[in-house]
């Protein structure tokens, strides 16, 4: 029994752009865990104001309804609706696994914190993957709404970020049989998450113990997860290059020159399919700012501080991942303020990428010349931080 006084009932969510790919996996759960039940929230009509939620077991459509699109927000509305459904499965009993299959641009984050938060237990996050559309997916920077895909008439998130956020969150990868699919496909999608079980959907197993069906119940840390996403201590790529894809971590103590890093962001983002990490400016020492970039677009928005910036008294609040991760590249001058970018691509242009990012550094004058000055320095991020 849980905490709630019902019986406990595990939850896997299943997400992801490539929606073949989701249907097959959320299939292949359904045919492997007898018994299992479906929840569905499909958000097609969701500019229009209304959710449409399917309840669905291996035999097909137990039942469904409409809910209000509340404050233009789909996780309001996926909150609101999707666990008093949790709730009532759990109090009737004998569903071994509800599977929440998430409409094609939801994020699972947001939903695994939801669930988590109504108090119930996720036992996997599973993200389905087509490998042979990892590229396109990662190079499309079409806002969502040009294809129909936006979660609300005010989404303004692309396919490209919304899918690279969907593919990273995962602790497991539940990959299609794709016949188009090359090494380079299967490359990509190893150095962008190489921690990630990757388990393809395949063929069922009605023991239940295929292994997709053991991924959906391996287990999941919803505040792990989180901090592996926080640009503060986010578990980032390794250096690699095999079958023509090359990842590069490139780090640096030095600061950035804000006017010849702005100057240079057109080239670094659409160096790469996919480039991500922590960053700081000589005009902005106190602030951790997050490289987010995707489809030849790039996000930068401000994380909060360096650690280092912060008074001794501050540190009992943050979280003690942080912490570590902060003591164990600690400088004595700049504490935990560092470049930290990684990029990861087919045809990467290594050597080229790395002068370019040298160049955007402080020179060995502007850096001697100290704090005050670099303070100085003309603020060329304002417009893109919107401070």
Same mark, same amino acid.
């Given at each position: 029994?849980?905490?709630?006084?019902?019986p406990?009932l595990?939850?896997?969510?299943?997400?992801?752009?490539?929606?073949d790919?989701?249907?097959?996996?959320?299939a292949r759960?359904l045919?492997?865990v007898?018994g299992?039940?479906v929840?569905?929230?499909d958000?097609?009509?969701?500019?229009?104001?209304?959710v449409?939620?399917t309840?669905?077991?291996?035999?097909?459509?137990?039942?469904?309804?409409?809910?209000?699109?509340?404050?233009?927000?789909?996780?309001?509305?996926?909150?609101?609706d999707?666990v008093?459904?949790?709730?009532?499965?759990?109090?009737?009993?004998?569903t071994?696994?509800?599977?929440?299959?998430?409409w094609?641009?939801?994020e699972p984050?947001?939903?695994?914190?939801?669930?988590?938060?109504?108090?119930?237990?996720? %036992?996997?996050?599973? %993200?389905?993957? /087509?490998?042979?559309?990892?590229?396109p997916? @990662?190079?499309n920077?079409? /806002?969502?709404?040009?294809?129909g895909?936006?979660?609300?008439?005010? /989404?303004?998130? =692309?396919?490209?970020? %919304?899918?690279?956020?969907?593919?990273?969150?995962?602790p497991?990868l539940?990959?299609?049989d794709?016949?188009?699919?090359?090494?380079?496909?299967?490359?990509?999608l190893?150095?962008? *998450?190489?921690?990630?079980?990757?388990?393809p959907?395949? *063929?069922?197993?009605?023991?239940?113990?295929?292994?997709?069906?053991?991924?959906?119940?391996?287990?999941?840390d919803v505040?792990?997860a989180?901090?592996?996403?926080?640009?503060?201590?986010?578990?980032?790529?390794?250096?690699? !290059?095999?079958?023509?894809?090359a990842?590069l971590?490139w780090?640096?103590?030095?600061p950035?020159?804000?006017?010849?890093?702005?100057?240079?962001?057109? /080239?670094?983002t659409?160096?790469?399919?996919?480039s991500r990490?922590r960053?700081?400016?000589?005009?902005?020492?106190?602030?951790?700012?997050?490289? !987010?970039?995707?489809?030849g677009a790039l996000?930068?928005?401000?994380?909060?501080?360096w @650690?280092?910036?912060?008074?001794?008294?501050?540190?009992?609040?943050?979280?003690?991942?942080?912490?570590?991760?902060?003591?164990l590249d600690?400088?004595?001058?700049h504490?935990d303020?560092?470049q930290?970018?990684?990029?990861?691509?087919?045809?990467?242009?290594?050597?080229?990428?790395?002068?370019?990012?040298?160049?955007? @550094?402080?020179?060995?004058?502007?850096?001697?010349?100290?704090r005050?000055?670099?303070?100085?320095l003309?603020?060329?991020f304002? =417009?893109?931080?919107?401070?």
């Amino acid at each position: 029994m849980s905490g709630h006084g019902r019986p406990d009932l595990p939850v896997v969510i299943v997400g992801g752009l490539h929606a073949d790919a989701r249907r097959a996996a959320v299939a292949r759960l359904l045919a492997d865990v007898p018994g299992s039940v479906v929840l569905h929230h499909d958000l097609a009509t969701a500019a229009a104001g209304t959710v449409v939620r399917t309840v669905r077991d291996a035999t097909g459509v137990l039942s469904s309804g409409e809910a209000p699109l509340v404050n233009d927000c789909a996780c309001c509305a996926l909150r609101e609706d999707l666990v008093p459904e949790l709730e009532r499965l759990a109090r009737a009993g004998g569903t071994p696994l509800a599977v929440v299959e998430l409409w094609d641009s939801v994020e699972p984050k947001a939903m695994a914190e939801v669930v988590t938060a109504g108090g119930f237990t996720v %036992t996997g996050v599973i %993200t389905a993957v /087509d490998p042979a559309l990892v590229l396109p997916y @990662l190079g499309n920077g079409d /806002d969502l709404a040009e294809g129909g895909l936006a979660a609300a008439a005010t /989404d303004q998130r =692309t396919v490209a970020d %919304t899918f690279a956020r969907q593919l990273e969150y995962a602790p497991v990868l539940a990959l299609a049989d794709s016949p188009e699919a090359d090494d380079e496909d299967r490359e990509l999608l190893a150095q962008l *998450h190489p921690t990630a079980r990757r388990v393809p959907i395949g *063929h069922g197993d009605p023991a239940g113990s295929s292994p997709l069906a053991r991924a959906a119940r391996a287990g999941f840390d919803v505040e792990a997860a989180a901090a592996a996403q926080h640009p503060a201590c986010a578990l980032l790529p390794a250096e690699a !290059d095999a079958h023509g894809v090359a990842t590069l971590v490139w780090h640096s103590r030095r600061p950035f020159h804000p006017e010849r890093l702005y100057a240079a962001l057109e /080239d670094l983002t659409c160096a790469a399919a996919r480039s991500r990490g922590r960053f700081w400016l000589a005009d902005k020492a106190d602030t951790l700012l997050h490289w !987010d970039a995707a489809g030849g677009a790039l996000c930068v928005e401000s994380a909060g501080p360096w @650690l280092a910036s912060l008074p001794d008294a501050a540190w009992e609040m943050v979280p003690p991942v942080r912490r570590a991760a902060a003591a164990l590249d600690w400088h004595p001058e700049h504490g935990d303020r560092c470049q930290h970018l990684v990029f990861t691509s087919p045809g990467l242009d290594r050597d080229g990428l790395e002068r370019l990012l040298e160049s955007c @550094l402080l020179t060995d004058a502007e850096y001697a010349a100290g704090r005050a000055a670099w303070e100085r320095l003309p603020s060329a991020f304002d =417009t893109l931080l919107e401070v």
